[in-house]
């Protein structure tokens, strides 16, 4: 019992540090939120999903942390690729909503693309579903990627 408690803790620390980063983020850009103002590209969703699809996609990427954490599998690779990602998450929206900087948040974008890339390869690595359970954020994020180059195009 005193094992499952253990791994319970550390799902709910793995989950709990992604969401609160992202509602501290949230917190950060929601004074500067100009997304209804924006000319739209085709496939733009309602204003109204992002915070749904945020939540989901950072209870993913806790989850999947967890599972390397109460395996024993997180190193310092691991540990590295994670929260330079989450710290790139992070300031991509400050950079695009609060900024304006809609060419240098389109840049940034890219690198977490690649970060998530290769944290999906290092979790891969350590427990396949550890990985697999990053392809939703990774789909996401290459289409918001798609969506700040038609925000920066067309605005």
Do not use: C, H
Request: hydrophobic content about 60%.
């Amino acid at each position: 019992m005193i094992l499952n408690m253990n791994k319970v803790k550390i799902y709910l620390k793995s989950i709990l540090i992604p969401v609160i980063v992202g509602v501290i983020v949230g917190l950060i850009i929601s004074k500067f939120m100009d997304y209804n103002t924006l000319q739209k590209p085709p496939l733009a969703p309602p204003a109204i999903l992002f915070p749904i699809i945020w939540t989901i996609l950072y209870i993913l990427m806790g989850v999947s942390y967890g599972i390397l954490a109460s395996n024993n599998l997180v190193d310092e690779d691991i540990n590295l690729i994670y929260y330079m990602q989450l710290a790139i998450n992070a300031i991509w929206p400050i950079l695009f909503f609060v900024f304006k900087w809609r060419f240098a948040s389109l840049i940034w974008i890219m690198l977490l693309v690649v970060a998530v890339i290769v944290m999906i390869i290092k979790f891969y690595s350590k427990n396949k579903l550890a990985g697999l359970l990053q392809i939703p954020y990774l789909l996401w994020t290459i289409f918001a990627t798609y969506l700040n180059f038609a925000f920066y195009i067309l605005n």
